[in-house]
């Protein structure tokens, strides 16, 4: 198990302030692009006249696309300058988000998704891959409790703000919006953030299929992609339906769901900087064990859950949140520390295919568990509760195992020693 870190403090320079700041903001727009579309559709469905099976195939596009640009990124991801590779992927995924912006039909849209997943789906990997080359792994739990941040973001700032526009100028202006902002920060890349070239003096490997290879063959790498699916695997399987679920069964009325997204958007920035610091000063595998258990706890609560106030389901939600960001931000820091230098970009376009494909997997499963009744209420929840604290277990011993190979020195490959954790 990972030690405790000593209380020494390790203060973040201005330009690492910079960086966090500037790519938290970049998964901001990613993550909102990818979850404003299902809030969209009791908008979208009528207005392209499309079933609810055709939007089901729009939001599983992103998915699948990002699963497969992630493969085929991963064995050139290390062979270019990290700042020029995440320009070109974001500039690829606001081309995409303007196309959604502007489709005039079903067509049009799942092709326009499809797009922005090759491109948006490809960018959180460089994002992890930049945060690991930046920041070396002592300060690596606060910076992922402050990139986790983005999420909580999107659901207090974007979300509210998307639909806001969404019901006064239809549904394609919150993409206008993600494109005008995304714009906003592709300028700082552009202009302010310095190369990211280090890697590019250890590489070996001349061809892209050998370097994908290298990646693919190292057993401590199969593990990570292992966790990393099965970690998305069970998120996946309760998300998508979750708002059914709420004003269903729960019977919170729609008009409300925005002030859920609020107050626990809101008490997740809060909570994600919090469990970085408690990562990096009590402990990664400890932090993932806390957050594992408390998790469990409450998936069963509040799958089983009948009419509920509103301030409870708040409740609930909240600290729901507080052992799914326990677990995220730990095992997302442990897991930066497994790959060599040479190797960053590669593990993470591949990790990162993996999560889109077992997102969608996931969603799959749940679909399949799920039955929804003619009143609209939701049965069977809470077996998708029970899969998930199961897959929280395997996920347990899985972590054990990841821990004792990010204190280890890393495999090369036949590339020059590095230092870990670098």
């Not at 195939?57 to 990290?82: C, E, N, P, Q």
């Not at 206008?176 to 890349?189: R, Y």
Request: a positive charge; aromatic letters at 12%; hydrophobic letters at 50%.
């Amino acid at each position: 198990m990972d030690k405790p870190t000593p209380k020494i403090r390790h203060p973040f320079t201005g330009y690492q302030k910079f960086v966090i700041a500037l790519l938290a903001f970049l998964q901001f727009t990613i993550i909102l692009d990818f979850m404003i579309l299902s809030p969209l559709g009791a908008l979208l469905m009528p207005a392209l006249k499309i079933t609810p099976g055709q939007f089901g195939t729009v939001v599983s596009a992103y998915a699948i696309s990002a699963a497969v640009s992630g493969l085929l990124t991963a064995g050139f991801a290390d062979k270019f300058d990290r700042k020029k590779l995440l320009l070109f992927f974001y500039v690829g995924f606001i081309i995409g988000t303007l196309l959604c912006g502007i489709a005039p039909s079903y067509e049009f849209l799942l092709g326009a998704r499809i797009v922005t997943g090759l491109f948006g789906g490809v960018i959180g990997s460089i994002v992890f891959a930049i945060m690991t080359d930046l920041f070396p792994l002592h300060q690596r739990g606060r910076v992922m409790g402050l990139l986790q941040t983005a999420f909580a973001a999107s659901q207090v700032l974007g979300l509210p703000a998307g639909l806001y526009l969404s019901n006064l100028w239809g549904w394609h202006m919150p993409f206008i919006m993600i494109v005008a902002v995304s714009s906003l920060a592709g300028v700082f890349i552009v202009y302010y953030l310095k190369p990211i070239d280090e890697h590019l003096k250890l590489q070996v490997d001349k061809k892209a299929y050998e370097h994908l290879l290298h990646t693919l063959n190292e057993p401590h790498y199969l593990l990570s992609f292992a966790t990393t699916a099965l970690l998305s695997l069970g998120g996946f399987m309760i998300m998508p339906f979750s708002s059914a679920f709420t004003v269903n069964n729960l019977g919170i009325h729609q008009d409300q769901l925005p002030t859920i997204y609020l107050i626990t958007g809101a008490a997740s920035i809060l909570i994600g900087p919090l469990v970085g610091k408690a990562s990096d000063r009590f402990g990664k595998f400890r932090t993932f064990i806390f957050g594992s258990f408390l998790g469990m706890l409450m998936v069963v609560i509040y799958t089983h859950l009948g009419i509920t106030p509103l301030p409870m389901v708040i409740l609930v939600n909240t600290v729901m949140f507080i052992g799914i960001f326990s677990r995220m931000i730990p095992s997302q820091a442990l897991m930066s520390a497994i790959p060599s230098p040479a190797n960053r970009g590669a593990f993470m376009s591949v990790g990162s295919s993996l999560q889109q494909l077992a997102g969608g997997i996931g969603s799959i499963v749940s679909g399949m568990i799920v039955v929804q009744e003619s009143s609209g209420m939701i049965r069977h929840f809470e077996v998708v509760g029970y899969v998930m604290c199961g897959l929280s277990a395997i996920t347990l011993v899985m972590m054990y195992f990841i821990n004792r190979f990010a204190h280890q020195p890393p495999p090369t490959n036949g590339m020059p020693e590095v230092a870990h954790g670098t």
